[in-house]
């Protein structure tokens, strides 16, 4: 989900997954093992979470600004979540637009019985469709995207829950992955070319929905498969069934899942992420190594890369930058002469090891680079000789419309500059990325088919598979914007 | 406004007005002012309040469990009101569904702009038209019966809002006094029988509307008059027009606003409401006057109504009561060896005054019969050695469906007993109610008028002028509850 | 008590009772009976409250800022404070000092077991005594005058806990009513001229101490006696025992407990409050009355002296002045505009009653004057024809240093203006003050004994009783102050 | 410092560095650049901190529960610490007494001046002290043993502060860093045998004291030197003086700084304690490596002795374990089904990289046992086919009385059984702790000086360097034990 009415600030320098979904039919533990899945799922949005659950009578809910250990660990918010199915949901979000409105899942009195969802990814015809839906009388009650599907459901002339869900996902076009619960069933879906994530587990009878593996993991679940691109699956006391309600696509995953998003123990495709991750560093590594001392990690993203090349290259691999954990989400750099010292509250150097080496600096990815430019300054400081920044993903040089959170084109610094401005820029002796192909030979590809690519790589490649409708349809947010205080 | 979904427990031994209206077009200070006349009808609704400005080009709200004082006290909170228009709302309510969604003003956004609306009263077909809207697929956001009229003025096939808001204010039954703000016009609408109050006052170049006239005397307005039964005044930057777009009705005022509800300063129809308390003390001594040394009231209700009934009958009026104002919403007495202390946190005997003395007690009405008993207990206590207690308004024995909050009717004492009955049960020696035409004549009539009554007063005989379309059409709730936790 | 390092800003224009005390030794419910007890005196500090229990093995504390109500009302918190024997303290206080560190019961180790104090009163040479501690190495949590006695106490070399305390209050000089708790006793002092009230209870079994007898008769408990002036009364485990460690001293209780701080239904010296002040309102008319058509009270510490005004002269008693009890503490006029509406917060005219009318207000102090001339001159715009004041009391001329929170002098109307100017400053048609002899009639005396007055009448006279140390010895706060912030 | 009164219960399966202290003289941003020192110093406390300034004035304070950046990341907070000096402190506590009185640092009012208090340590004759201050007449705020040094300081018969700290420093026996600031100098003491650390740092004019260098590295400031053991180093407007007040003791600084607590980019003793840990691993690997597939560490604190120990034997260093940061203080697991999850919430296995390998586990230290044995189950549900655990420290068999917050002997799993037994509770295919001699190589000494040891290692040896009085005295908690709650 997304919200169409806020500018998105840009808190870190790096993209952000908007979402987490996880759902579970046939647990007595329904919102325990939601908690615990959602906390799995934290990497994927950390600004907010909730919970539904539905007890055969009523439907209860719990939605919280904050992490899920913060908000569900009270013994006492679980067991007033009663029930033997539930759904979760964690979103990252902004500044900008702080109501608890726009947390998820959306619920709503469909009439014939309750309906709550929870939505990863972003539609891009949402604004149009919105503009429709309140000409004839539907009334919004946040800013997100994703109410747009519940309005649909709602308003749509079919009988069966499934069939007016199946009406309305055929009028959006985007990116979802949606978790959704009713009365009596638990169904999620995956859009057409299966852009954003979604894994089916089993854990006794119950079935999990997940965005990710490691979800299922953490519960103890087994993972039976991934849900289909354009497939939708409907979970209830009769067991699981499959539909296809959608014309078929080739499936374009968000190769960025790989690269940054996923959590490192989660599996797609058959494939680790962790892997994925040691693999794209050794294939880095082959493209454009550097003569150096040592390969250092930027921590925790860039971690798994930066062995994979240290492996590759045969050099020790070594903890240059230590991370501090402890930073929270409210520190402000108190004054201006401090606010220079920025990154420090992050990461520090470990200035008795990097001094007066040549080093190789091991990245996921750079977004606007002024994290990457602080850390070199930072590592220049303490004394290393040489550095040397390796990228384990292409240049990133376009915005994301499908879910991701992303700073305008603009501010993209591979958007604005060539490979020798943004190595003067950050500071680096040099710079590489690892390339389109090296990036997909990394997944087991041969190379990147330039005509059907495998994955979604439009933030490298500007190749988007969906259209843009709101976008190049000028559509202008026109709410009577309500801005609620509290 | 009133809560579909659940049942209101009764704190307190009184019936209790639902909520109090205010709204201010043309001053640049309209979200102070607003908050000031909240203040003032503070008696009318203490649970929760809200207030929504539009400063032209956006709207902006503020909604807050608890009192007036403790959320709109702060400078910092008024200042994010802007604009020059804005409408709020008091809300007495329950601990049944304590949720933030059921604050008013309630706002949605319709597409060709923004509406918030305030409503006091009760409709007794909501919940019948919150099935047929639903069922085309409108999702509601609270369980309030006030949200029916705004889904209503959404769906309406009408252009302009005027039109739309008539349009759907046509289909409801019940009492209703409104305060509509848009992004152009304040709007104050007031049911065709006029059951709930509104007047409209001026300051300076604004234009005021509150539930009563003591709302316009805290910021020094200037009471210009009532509006009509079935008016809807319609205020913009051209002035002030009036329609009348409602069959026309005779006015029935609700008289327990006379009774108790209403501030003593405030004036309906020309009456003070302090002398209309007084005369009605008056009226009640002239039928039922028990000889005696002291005239007490129960305080602080029945002081006006005890003022009359001494003058009446030339014995000293003495507080034989002290109230305790300090009593907080929150105070449980805290066991159960503690707990018969009950009325004592809140009313305290002045013993040395009453010792050995006849006593009359005056209050404005018994609803349960429960502070009655404490009290009386606590003047026996006390030394009193004669207890007679004096009702200044008729038998409560019928429930109010037209915005009060009343028991079931099976826990009103007067439904459940006769006088005898009831005098013993409260433990006194004698017990009189004033009769309805005591009350009518007080209120300045010469008997209630039996084929046309002049007031609403249904609690007291069971004349109800509107169908209660809901309760006999046995509407049951058929929301799929959404139980939210915080 | 009182803060001796902070300016106490005056929020609200009347002189403050700063504390009130309670203690009770004996009964399971030890914590529970404190709580209610601290409710029935609320008036005497609202702005903080707190209680420690002792449950033979452990003393419970719990101090917060807020009113009994809001603090005390949870079970669980009643259930913390565990134990047979426990005292309480309200607090009057300011916003110089919000901190928690100066809310009372004040506790100490010392030894040979806990002592916990609670303090109603001042001490004239706090400051002093607490220099003297500090040289010699006491640490002070606080910056109250009561801190002193504890570390008296502590420091002491007597033996036995009661010796230590004795010791210690020889020591001090000021106003004092104590309720102090140890591990095996309930200890109630009042100082040698019995400026502040204690009066002893008993229920059941159990000894109570409280500083007014409407806290008896919250609970249900029989009053048994005051505390004599230089009385100390030990309760334990065999009963409870009189000393009498101090020279003594004639009785010197302060007057205006009885014009304006005590609560009408408690009783000093076997006069009821209430009458008292009915009596001070005839003498009041008696001395000046003024022809008029009405007497209005100041709500609601007026309303007695009123009540005995109007029965003096046979004019009807009128509540012409509405008060609005939902005033919260934190309600900040919102605006510069809005500002100058000021007292209509609190209250509010009965304006059809005062129009045309010559109207008698009657209350019963005044201090700067600022409530009065709001009151007026909302009497005037609601269309008084003439307003004559009436004050149930002397002109409060001089500041009190025994535990009342009085402005500067210079701050006192009737410190700086004459009747002429204050009834021109005031803005009424004339006013009047009850003489002090007056005063002394309305308490049963003949007139007041100028060698050897009855009261401590300070705030009228200027004749203090007891030596002021610090501010005659010009002793300067010396602390070296920690301004804590949370 | 230490609670001298309550049990700490055992969050967590790792010992726990009770306190990091930080001082500043001499900068205009002195709050500030505490606040970000504390940030760094996060890992040695993160229960509560404060901070105290001096503004030449006053003295300010602010202390809370909770972490650093979410108590001091408000510029509000900072700009209410006025003041070119300041100190702050870090704790690390407990469930059993969470009171707000129990955070440094310490204030007193000391009649001369202000003095503050920050605590890094233990004193082993604590209540000793403490049950001779009171009888004198002293009053404890809290129940850390560091409030013994503050009234030893304000009892003391000498004249100027720096002889009084001297005085009472000389009657404590234990372990101690403190940072003193009064209202004209700071001031850093060693406790004799330097058991705790403590730096020196210059930043343009400012002196600036600390636990570990990363805090002088986060603003930017110079290290200057260690303060040695036994020194007191005295900063005022004439600059630093450096004093030796206490007899001389051969160094023995905490080998567990090295081993687990410090930051791993701080420097003791010119050494880096990454490298000092990389080298522990490297003589593990040394002494007891056995045939493995990978090596794994324990995140985060076993990774750079797992680098050092993959290095030493040409193993891949892999992340077989991932962390999972999100996990909040409050996280409980909901129920108990779930309850056998643990581990899980923190770590999860890596299971595609395990599966079908032998693998070496590294962590620095193993106490209860339960965090090892859960990782063990974890790994072998995940694949692994052989599970070796080796730990970079000797078995901790003995409890710190040092400032180190350890399990009563009883609880620790190396106090309780021999290798064999260790090994087969955890459930490891084999098990190996360094030896305490190649620890002390990993230092850089040839092996331990059993008559004179370089370090303080009485965790593993038993070998106490200062006396338990406390302990050994059977000095009894005697406190009145107050139970404050809020």
Redesign the interface.
């Known amino acids: 989900m997304t919200d169409i009415a806020f500018q998105h600030p840009f808190d870190d320098d790096k993209l952000h997954e908007e979402c987490g979904v996880f759902g579970v039919f046939g647990n007595v533990?329904a919102a325990?093992?939601t908690?615990?899945g959602l906390?799995?799922l934290?990497?994927r949005g950390?600004e907010a979470c909730g919970i539904?659950s539905f007890d055969n009578?009523?439907?209860?809910?719990?939605?919280?600004i904050g992490?899920?250990?913060?908000n569900?660990?009270?013994?006492a918010?679980?067991a007033?979540l009663a029930g033997h199915c539930a759904i979760g949901h964690n979103r990252y979000s902004t500044s900008g637009e702080p109501a608890?409105r726009n947390v998820q899942p959306l619920?709503?009195?469909?009439?014939h019985?309750?309906?709550a969802i929870a939505h990863n990814g972003n539609l891009t015809n949402a604004q149009t469709l919105r503009?429709e839906l309140?000409?004839?009388?539907?009334?919004?009650?946040s800013t997100m995207d994703s109410e747009v599907i519940?309005?649909l459901t709602?308003?749509?002339r079919q009988a069966r829950i499934v069939d007016r869900l199946t009406d309305a996902l055929r009028q959006v076009v985007g990116a979802y992955s949606l978790v959704v619960l009713t009365?009596k069933k638990l169904i999620g879906v995956r859009d057409p070319m299966g852009i954003r994530p979604l894994v089916l587990g089993r854990l006794d009878e119950a079935y999990i929905l997940a965005s990710e593996t490691?979800a299922l993991?953490?519960?103890?679940a087994e993972f039976v498969r991934e849900i289909d691109p354009g497939e939708m699956v409907v979970v209830d006391e009769d067991g699981i069934t499959s539909h296809r309600p959608f014309p078929t696509h080739p499936r374009r995953f968000c190769i960025f899942e790989h690269v940054y998003f996923a959590?490192?123990?989660s599996?797609f495709d058959d494939r680790?992420v962790?892997?994925a991750r040691k693999r794209i560093g050794a294939e880095l590594a082959k493209e454009s190594h550097a003569p150096a001392d040592l390969v250092i990690p930027i921590p925790?993203s860039g971690?798994?890369a930066a062995?994979g090349y240290a492996?590759q290259v045969g050099l020790?691999?070594?903890?240059g930058i230590?991370r501090?954990?402890?930073?929270?989400r409210?520190?402000?750099e108190?004054?201006d002469?401090?606010r220079h010292?920025g990154v420090?509250?992050k990461h520090?150097?470990?200035?008795?090891?990097v001094k007066g080496k040549r080093i190789v600096l091991v990245d996921d990815s750079i977004v606007r680079g002024t994290t990457s430019t602080k850390i070199v300054t930072m590592m220049r400081e303490a004394g290393a000789s040489e550095v040397h920044m390796r990228i384990a993903s292409p240049p990133t040089a376009h915005s994301c419309y499908y879910g991701v959170d992303t700073p305008e084109r603009s501010k993209l610094l591979a958007a604005r500059y060539d490979l020798a401005e943004m190595a003067r820029l950050i500071g680096v002796d040099t710079l590489a990325f690892v390339s389109i192909d090296g990036l997909y030979r990394a997944m087991g590809e041969t190379s990147r088919n330039e005509g059907q690519p495998q994955y979604c790589d439009a933030c490298f490649t500007g190749d988007y598979p969906l259209a843009l409708v709101d976008r190049d349809g000028g559509q202008e947010t026109?709410?009577?914007?309500?801005?609620?205080?509290?």
């Open positions: 533990e325990a093992l908690a615990l906390h799995a934290q990497h950390q539904v009578t009523q439907f209860h809910s719990h939605r919280s992490r899920v250990g913060d569900f660990g009270d013994e918010v679980i007033g608890l619920f709503a009195d469909l009439g019985g309750g309906l503009n309140v000409s004839r009388g539907s009334i919004f009650q519940i309005h709602a308003t749509s009365s490691c993991e953490i519960i103890g959590r490192p123990d599996i680790s962790y892997e925790d971690t798994p062995l492996q020790p691999f070594e903890l230590i501090n954990h402890y930073i929270g409210t520190f402000i108190p004054t002469q401090i010292l420090r509250l520090s150097a470990n200035a008795p090891l026109q709410l009577s914007l309500l801005n609620e205080r509290r």
